[in-house]
C-alpha cells in the first residue's frame, strides 16, 4: 500500500529515476544468478566431477594436465600447445580463460593451450556441460570435446565427442559431431549437425552433451539439436562408447578447417572464457 501511494504522488521522472538507481549495471545483470551445481543437477544425475574456476593462477593440476607440441595436430594447425603458461591458460575472475596469441614459440607463430582431464577425469556415459563464451575473430578454432581414454590412443577407433567446435568465419555458427572407425571426417562419414547461437561470442551459453549406452545428445542451452544413437549391429566400429573418454577444451589456429579462409591477424588474441565444467553421471 505504501508503495502505491508513492507511486501516485512522486512525479514519473523522478520515480523512473529511483527505481534505476536500485537496479544493478546492465554488465551485472548479464551474469546475474550464477547457476550453482545443486540447482542444476539433472533429475536421475548426482555430480561427479566439476571446476568452477574460483580463485586465479593456474588451472588447478589435480583436474587439468596439458598436450604440448606445435605439430599441425593432424590438421595442419599453426599454434604450438604450451604448458603450464598463464599467457595462454589461467584462471582470472571466476573463468578459465584460454588465450591464443600471435608470437613466436619454438618455430611457431603462434601459441595456445590445449587443457585435458584424462586420468584425472574419465567417464562412462554422462552428462557434460561447459558454460562458455566463444571468441571471435577469422583463424579462431574453439573446441569443447572428448577423446577415448585409451593409452595408446587409436584415432577414431577409440571415439571422439564433439560438444561443442566453432570456426571463426562461420560466426555464431556452432557445431556438434561424432567420430567413430565407421564415421569420421577423414572418410568425409562423420555424423555432425551445427546450430546458429546468436551471442555466442558476447555472452555465455551451456554447452552440454548426454551420453547414454544408447544415445548421445548434443544441446545449447537446453535445446538438443544433434543426435546419434547405438545401431544394432554397428558393432565397435561404429560405437566405441562402451569406455572412457576425458574432456579437452582448446583454440586452435587456423588448420585445415579453422583456417579455411586465412587467419586475421588483427583479431588475435583469441581467448575462451568458461565458466564452469560439471559432469553427472545416474546414480546405481
Known amino acids: 500500500m505504501t508503495m502505491r501511494r508513492a507511486q501516485a504522488t512522486l512525479p514519473i521522472p523522478i520515480l523512473l529515476a529511483s527505481i534505476a538507481a536500485l537496479l544493478p549495471p546492465a554488465a551485472a545483470c548479464e551474469d546475474q544468478g550464477r547457476p550453482t551445481a545443486p540447482d542444476q543437477t539433472p533429475a536421475g544425475y548426482h555430480l561427479v ?43 582470472d575472475g571466476g573463468y578459465l580463460v584460454i588465450e591464443a596469441r600471435r608470437e613466436p614459440w619454438e ?85 555432425t549437425a551445427q546450430l546458429s547461437v546468436p551471442g555466442a561470442m558476447s555472452g555465455f551459453h551451456v554447452y552440454a552433451t548426454e551420453w547414454t549406452a544408447d544415445r548421445i545428445q548434443t544441446s545449447v542451452d537446453g535445446r538438443v539439436y544433434f543426435e546419434f544413437a547405438r545401431e544394432p549391429q554397428g558393432g565397435h566400429g561404429a560405437w566405441p562408447f562402451d569406455a572412457p573418454q576425458h574432456l579437452l577444451l582448446n583454440i586452435a589456429v587456423g588448420g585445415s578447417w579453422g583456417g579455411q579462409q586465412g587467419v586475421d591477424d588483427g583479431t588475435l588474441p583469441y581467448r575462451l572464457l568458461v565458466d564452469y565444467v560439471r559432469v553427472y553421471q545416474k546414480a546405481p
Do not use: C
Request: charged share 25%.
Open 107 to 191: 618455430g611457431r607463430d603462434y601459441t595456445s593451450a590445449r587443457l585435458v582431464t584424462k586420468g584425472k577425469g574419465d567417464w562412462t556415459y554422462g552428462r557434460i556441460e561447459v558454460r562458455a563464451q566463444l571468441p571471435s575473430g577469422r583463424g579462431s578454432w574453439p573446441a569443447i570435446w572428448t577423446l577415448g581414454s585409451t593409452t595408446p590412443l587409436t584415432w577414431p577407433d577409440d571415439g571422439e565427442i564433439d560438444i561443442m567446435e566453432h570456426v571463426g568465419f562461420d560466426p555464431g555458427v556452432v557445431h556438434a559431431s561424432i567420430h567413430t572407425q565407421r564415421y569420421n571426417h577423414v572418410q568425409g562419414t562423420q555424423r
Open 49 to 91: 566431477w566439476a571446476d568452477e574456476f574460483d580463485g586465479g593462477g593456474a588451472p588447478n593440476p589435480m583436474r587439468w594436465s596439458y598436450d604440448v607440441g606445435g605439430g599441425g595436430w593432424g590438421n595442419n594447425e599453426l599454434q604450438f600447445y604450451t604448458a603450464d603458461r598463464r599467457e595462454n591458460a589461467r584462471v
